[in-house]
T-cell receptor, first 114, second 115 residues
């Protein structure tokens, strides 16, 4: 079946530190992969996506590369800011019988201190 | 488009009362999802619809929960009777699969408190 595993939080960093949040997946087909971000009191927003192997999604300084060989989609940012404090969710969407449905990881809380 | 619109944003109700949460998806989207988020259980998919038809309701916790989508622009999630353990943030999301990439757009959520 389809599932997503992401690193347990919380993650606490100082401003300008390097960020990595690990995400691995299991899928029956050839999924699209996503990172969503949830700021306090808000709904989830799409941060970036990749639809096929070796694609790199990027947005707001965040990047993630679709690695089929390691079934991974790790989120990275070279220099985090206080405003990046949020919960980050990795997700996949398959193209098979479950087309339309997103499978989410449990989320990773990131706190950035000034 | 104004995005996915949920109402109310906050709901406080007494145990045993009926609660109805509402959602207006983005126009043209063919999938609609209801999620529940709690600290203990994280983000849970309750039910989702395709072209107004329920596809998978296996995440609905029990018979007290029901969801309908009478047309493409409106959906409700009803809890009757409500219990304190139903307190959570409920999100509605919609997506369009016309090009196969199922990016979902979320509403702001309804924070439900059952006392």
């Amino acid at each position: 079946g389809n599932s997503v595993t992401q690193m347990e939080g919380p993650v606490t960093l100082s401003e300008e530190a390097f960020l990595t949040i690990n995400c691995t997946y299991t899928a029956t087909g050839y999924p699209s992969l996503f990172w969503y971000v949830q700021y306090p009191g808000e709904g989830l927003q799409l941060l970036l996506k990749a639809t096929k192997a070796d694609d790199k999604g990027s947005n707001k300084g965040f990047e993630a590369t679709y690695r089929k060989e390691t079934t991974s989609f790790h989120l990275e940012k070279g220099s985090v800011q206080v405003s990046d404090s949020a919960v980050y969710f990795c997700a996949l969407a398959d193209r098979g019988s479950t087309l339309g449905r997103l499978y989410f990881g449990r989320g990773t809380q990131l706190t950035v201190w000034p | 488009d104004a995005g996915v619109i949920q109402s109310p944003r906050h709901e406080v109700t007494e145990m045993g009362q009926e609660v109805t949460l509402r959602c207006k998806p983005i126009s043209g989207h063919d999938y609609l999802f209801w999620y529940r988020q709690t600290m203990m259980r994280g983000l849970e998919l309750l039910i989702y619809f395709n072209n107004n038809v329920p596809i998978d309701d296996s995440g609905m916790p029990e018979d007290r929960f029901s969801a309908k989508m009478p047309n493409a622009s409106f959906s409700t999630l009803k809890i009757q009777p409500s219990e304190p353990r139903d307190s959570a943030v409920y999100f509605c999301a919609s997506s369009f699969t016309g090009q196969g990439v199922t990016e979902a757009f979320f509403g702001q959520g309804t924070r439900l408190t059952v006392v």
